[in-house]
């Protein structure tokens, strides 16, 4: 027979996945001697079990659960139901993974209208009996027989009115009685039957229903969102009642051992005299900081300081204490690790760690990479937000705050910069021709698109923040303004944007940078011991490279060449040679964009120094650099003196039914070598020249996009090492350099032993491979991705998290056929997923040399690198 | 050193791959004492040398070369360029695999003014001499000297003209003499240089010629067109010259030992008396039929038909001969493979097996799979043919021959088809919503779309003739008619289609089946005691279905639901279904189409019997069932009662950026259930009538497409499930059936352990699974996929050719994977590859259980399984 129930002296805080969190810890508490009432748990193993068996709790359940109870009955003296002298418990949930406020909890359990009496007797106190069964009768009537919560309001507060009085603790024991008697027919009238008087039944109905609140809708959304598993069930604890509403010397609170927003080492706490916990929570009366409790019960205050230092100690991380007092003795309710911004773990870490409480590396396991974006970005004054007003809400795309004046397209935006006004970006979503105004905008607002769109990352890898999806947002292009509702904003005017959490103000809003403390530096410097992964970014400008480099960045994994196309007024060049109908018009347009794809590299390799730099060469389709509507066309065909109709064919015949899967990376090398000659001719160019300007050891390393096949890889290899050996020989210099490529096509990967006879690097292009791998592209799966995330098809987006049993296959298979032939291949990743956390541990585990990201998420990288070395030791 | 000439009396017929085809067969009948002249051959290793050398004859096998005439010299008594007794040779290229007329030759080296005069003299027949020396130097002219023949044959014509001559033959000695000096002018105006008169001058620049004409540009073509490597160069064969045109006791002359078209046992050849062998190629004059050599020359005709039947017997197969006849005495000068029909390929192989001469598994290897398809179609009359008007060419993108009137519209096609008439539907290209005039007409024909465009795939899964890309036809849909040039044919009048060649036709040419004559009967009852592969059929219809039963098909391993679609009225249904706003409407629109469904497959049941049929759940994205022009969504918002713009936005949005990797296959069903459940619910209904009615044992096998995930599959296999279970309830009666799934996304492949728990059977749909690998859609490929070719990226089509090395490995994966899992998972392929008798090699490989493929591709694909089982043995 299996063992479903556990005494509290049988438990300890490596039981958390049979006892919960709250279980484990309640027996820790009792081992290690701290003062907790007395009580036993049902393991979460009999939540799965009540499933299993329909929604039932076996007979052989009851029996532990009853065995339990009658110890729990002998040791405290009292008994359920007693007349005299009766048990009181608390039920409460207890899920593996903390769930604060999710799942339900009953107190008082065992009252009835006998055992009140006795307690008004024994206590000599009927108030308190009264106060406690009404209270119990409201609880147990919402999470057990699910009668909404405001129909008692309702009595209590008319019971108020009648006897004129405001506060709860001002209703005398006769009010309390009338109330139960109220709250009795209250719950006959809702479900036809008597208020249950049995304290057994009671505790059986109690424990079905915590059961049954792990599936409640709330939970499951919240497990859902924080990516815990629907299949771990939750304990319940069943504790023997002390109670913090016996008067003036009785008392409940929270406390945490340090300051959960900044770290400081000070316990920050608030606590009610005469109350029971929930009252705290419900925000009914104000309560007080910990440290009176210092001038009203000082002998308590000064016990509870040299418990939470036990604890601390004990746990070696901080500390999240409920306690509550009855009759001037204190009892510890439940202790937790505290939840912390990621200032305050930072400075944890780095506090304790000094403090000899935990190692460095026990103190970076404790950061989550995902809080450090907090760090990096912007946000409003609080004291300025309080002010604001909303006028809508989107989606948090891309983090950060910004304050500028609204225009609705690329092109305003950049004559708005360049009068040194601070723009905002609005379009319903956005294309890479809105690149420059994306750039020169402080933030970008979209009314369409999700928190994958173009608009949001290109934001986010831009580290500029983003609203997007905002639905409210009715655009007039036309009249050049939006509306949301009533509310109408013309270009020109300010609004203010958080990225955080997606919220739309009007009018501007200071903001403030968050101050770096040192202790963030040394977190980074201690990352950087550890970890074996380099982190390299993903940056296509001088400006990107630069941020990135001071988050540390340790080279470029990813230089797109694409957006360079869009600057400016080379896109008329870029135009001009895609519709050259024959290899000299296109090669004399190409020179055109030559000095401006030279400048573009000089000012990135001079931000890099001598980090390596990734360059990829040109991968888009050439049809996304032409305009589409007729309009458009129009006058690009004014512009370059040729035919409306001819041009507008041209256009069409371009478009793919599958762009994803056409004429783009390198196969648009071997249909027009020039292409990527002129980019590396530009490549070599601006790299000889920083190395004879500045003295920089420059070491570019040209990437290869979309080979599928080791001889297209062969062909264009031959080109590139041609072109950059003709421009050294004309420099009369040489260079360092290496060729390799994406793996980005499943086939790329399957071949890969074929591909690195060319390749000297490869990098894995976990975006592309992931789309083909999966069969869907990340522009339509919009229309089905919600519906597999609610039937649990895919745990996580597999574009934002790497899918390791499929792509991450592949993966493996390309770095055992790449070592094969090359052991000395150099291996990175420079998808969106080098900069996830999760997917950075696979990287580390599949050994790879380097993870390339966006410039902000570079200091994640580095946290998230150094923890996988410590995970996997 | 190298040995990179061998003597005739050195080689051997194995010794093929260095000294081509023409020299080890010389080497071979010398070895069996058939007479052939003296000669020797330089290797193909000699000729690859030439290429890596720069395009240089060394010294060392230059040094070999002229050993072997000295050699050679020895043996015949007579020496190059002696005045009394000259040595003249021929110098002939000759391949690894033969590329006949593609590569050069020279006739009648060693003939210089001297050689020639004492030739005349030897032989007493000065005419003699200077026609061979004039035939020389044009051939030397040509081939060596770069100079274009018609300025040779100017100036013979018009030697001719002034001796008022009509034949060759009747020009005298001093005629040619007088042609001799004329050709030499030509010579030295042209190359500014003599006509070299050493003759060892001569021989270094044949050779180095013959090596040159390896790389020629026709024959890169023919290389190309016949997929025959690049890197294998040509032989030289170095040969003492005999002259069959020497007089009335000489002749030349080819002949096949079996009629190379009907098989026939019967010398089938032709002959010129005093001629040499270009003579008979260049037709200037009629050879006549070999029989009529037993009247001119008895001897010599018993002796050539006796060493015909050493031949045959010695290569066990039938050959190709070429022989000259010099004075009365009779050689061989070549003998070879003799290329045949599909027809005379079936009677030649059953007919030697019969005689004993090979075993009919020689026999079935013989036959080449692809070749099989022309017996399979009907052609037109060839009496008809001759006095037919051609109006245009295309591409012949689907065997067979058609008449009918033209209709330019699906809709008209199938009235004109109820009113009993025979059609050809002209399209510029198809799509999905003319289905139903492809399956009505008699052929096809597209102004516009390649060889695997949707008119090209769809024709040739039907097996009905279709001419695609017929450039030069422009139609004017509007006034139904089309014209090319100046010729315009109107709706209802008649054309005929020769899909085998991609002709046009005006008015009707009557058409005949080729009769299927008993051997190829026999060759295919031989394959099925062979083969280990199942050959089923690809058939969305009865008619296919039926079809495919005839050709020896064994079930159906691809029946597409989508087709049944676009039927007759159901259309209006499937659109109803696809726009319903909840999934109330859009059950009640699939209620409407059950009917239908049920209807469809109680028709392919009946026509399979008891022969296994998977059916693959609807799988196309849903716009594809939806109008796009703004006309048809105005007339489809009529019949619906809608309003236009809401239709065309909805039209708009369920539009998708890249179909192919969007919202399809079963992310249908997930997101839509009761699209699926309708379909099984047809399924099981129509299985259950047909067990019933006919008392046939049916076998579905529901198959769902598209899975990436194994849990999409759980999930749409217990929708299967239940479905199927309610069904057999309510007729109260069970059914065996298979739930499996394609395996047509890398993620699938490399999941497959996890998916075969599901799944009782794969079915690898290659078509997909290539792009998907590759990363290309066959849709765009298009665009780069010639230039592939042209850089021998690809050595063929991966869509063709089933890509061994990239989607073949992932094939290997998941069959370990699936095995693993489910040790008799049933795996077949069901993509265009199983109709591909490379590619069907690969799956016999790999142990599939079955290959599936068009109707008219069953026979091709059990020859080529049989194939497989021998040549793997």
Chains 1, 2 share one sequence.
């Not at 919560?149 to 209590?156: A, E, R, S, V």
């Not at 940056?539 to 400016?568: N, Q, W, Y």
């Not at 041009?647 to 994803?660: G, Q, S």
Request: hydrophobic fraction near 35%; proline fraction near 4%; charged fraction near 30%.
């Amino acid at each position: 027979m299996k063992k479903y129930v556990y005494s509290f002296d049988e438990g300890n805080k490596e039981m958390k996945s049979i006892l919960g969190g709250k279980g484990a810890n309640l027996a820790e508490m009792s081992k290690i001697g701290l003062p907790v009432p007395l009580g036993f748990t049902i393991t979460t193993q009999a939540c799965n079990k009540y499933y299993e068996d329909g929604k039932k709790i076996d007979s052989a359940l009851r029996e532990m659960i009853f065995e339990n109870l009658e110890k729990l009955e002998e040791e405290t003296n009292k008994k359920l139901g007693d007349l005299n002298n009766p048990l009181l418990v608390s039920v409460r949930s207890g899920a593996i993974i903390s769930m604060p406020g999710m799942m339900d909890t009953i107190l008082n359990l065992g009252l009835n209208d006998e055992t009140a009496d006795g307690l008004g007797k024994l206590t000599q106190n009927p108030r308190f009996a009264y106060d406690s069964y009404r209270r119990f009768i409201q609880m147990f009537g919402d999470v057990v027989l699910g009668i909404r919560k405001y129909k008692f309001d309702n009595i209590l507060e008319s019971v108020k009115e009648e006897n004129g009085l405001s506060d709860d603790t001002e209703l005398s024991a006769n009010n309390l009685q009338d109330i139960v008697v109220k709250y009795k027919e209250l719950v006959k009238n809702e479900t036809r039957k008597e208020f249950p008087q049995d304290p057994r039944e009671q505790l059986t109905m109690a424990v079905t229903a915590v059961f049954e609140s792990w599936n409640n809708a709330r939970a499951i959304v919240y497990r859902n969102i924080n990516e815990i598993p629907h299949h771990l069930g939750t304990a319940v604890n069943i504790q023997s009642m002390v109670f913090g509403n016996m008067g003036e010397s009785s008392g409940t609170g929270v406390a945490f051992t340090r300051n959960p927003s900044t770290g400081e080492k000070e316990i920050f706490g608030e606590f009610l005299i005469n109350a029971q916990g929930e009252d705290v929570v419900a925000g009914i009366r104000t309560p007080k900081a910990i440290e009176e409790l210092k001038n009203i019960m000082p002998d308590i205050y000064d016990e509870f300081i040299e418990i939470t230092k036990v604890l601390e100690r004990h746990y070696r991380d901080m500390q999240d204490i409920e306690f509550t007092i009855e009759k001037g003795k204190l009892y510890l309710l439940q202790t937790r690790t505290g939840k912390r911004t990621a200032k305050a773990a930072v400075n944890i870490g780095v506090d304790m760690a000094h403090e000899g409480l935990i190692d460095r590396e026990a103190a970076l396991m404790r950061i989550d990479p995902e809080q450090i974006d907090q760090l990096l970005h912007p946000t409003f004054k609080p004291s300025e937000l309080k002010k604001a007003k909303i006028i809508s809400k989107g989606l948090p795309a891309s983090p950060g705050a910004a304050t500028g004046r609204v225009y609705f397209t690329s092109e305003d935006v950049v004559e708005a910069s360049k009068r040194g006004e601070k723009t905002i970006l609005v379009r319903i979503e956005t294309s890479p021709e809105d690149i420059e105004g994306m750039v020169n905008s402080e933030g970008i607002l979209t009314s369409k698109g999700g928190m994958t769109s173009h608009a949001a990352v290109v934001a986010r890898g831009m580290g500029k923040c983003c609203v997007a999806g905002c639905g409210e947002l009715k655009l007039d292009q036309h009249s050049k303004l939006f509306k949301v509702n009533d509310i109408v904003i013309k270009e020109g005017e300010y609004i203010s944007l958080d990225g955080n959490t997606g919220t739309v103000y009007e009018g501007t809003i200071e903001t403030q940078s968050v101050e770096m403390v040192g202790n963030f530096g040394k977190i980074m410097e201690w990352t950087d011991g550890i970890r074996k992964l380099k982190v390299r970014t993903n940056a296509d400008t001088p400006r990107d490279s630069k941020i990135a480099v001071r988050f540390g960045a340790e080279g470029i994994g990813l230089c797109r060449t694409e957006h360079m196309f869009f600057k400016d007024n080379r896109i008329l060049a870029v135009r001009e040679m895609i519709l050259a109908k024959t290899t000299e018009e296109r090669k004399k347009a190409l020179d055109k964009l030559l000095p401006f794809q030279k400048e573009d590299f000089i000012g990135i390799f001079e931000a890099m120094g001598s980090r390596p730099v990734t360059i990829r060469l040109l991968d888009p389709p050439l049809h996304e650099f032409l305009p589409h509507k007729d309009d458009d066309i129009k006058s690009l065909a004014r512009e370059l003196d040729i035919d409306f109709n001819k041009l507008k064919e041209t256009v069409e015949d371009l478009k793919e039914f599958n762009p994803m899967l056409g004429h783009r990376g390198c196969r648009l090398a071997i249909t027009y070598p020039e292409i990527y000659e002129m980019q590396v001719r530009a490549i070599f160019s601006a790299a000889i020249y920083i190395v004879e300007k500045k003295g920089i050891d420059v070491k570019p390393e040209i990437m290869i996009p979309l080979i599928s096949h080791e001889k297209e890889l062969y062909i264009i290899k031959k080109l590139v090492n041609e072109t950059a050996e003709e421009v050294m020989r004309e420099k009369n210099t040489q260079l360092d350099y290496k060729v390799g490529t994406m793996i980005e096509i499943p086939r790329a990967a399957l071949t890969a032993d074929s591909i690195a006879k060319e390749a000297e690097f490869f990098s894995f292009g976990t975006n592309d491979l992931t789309q083909m791998t999966f069969g869907f592209s990340r522009d339509d799966a919009g229309k089905f991705i919600n519906e597999y995330r609610k039937k649990e098809i895919f745990e996580k987006d597999p574009f934002e998290r790497l899918d390791e049993l499929g792509v991450g296959k592949l993966m493996e298979i390309a770095i055992k056929l790449g070592k094969e032939t090359r052991s000395d291949i150099k291996l990175g990743i420079c998808g969106e997923h080098g900069g996830d956390p999760q997917s950075i541990d696979f990287c580390h585990r599949m050994g790879l040399e380097y993870v390339s990201c966006s410039p902000f998420r570079v200091p994640i990288a580095r946290l998230a690198a150094a923890q996988a070395v410590i995970r996997n030791r």
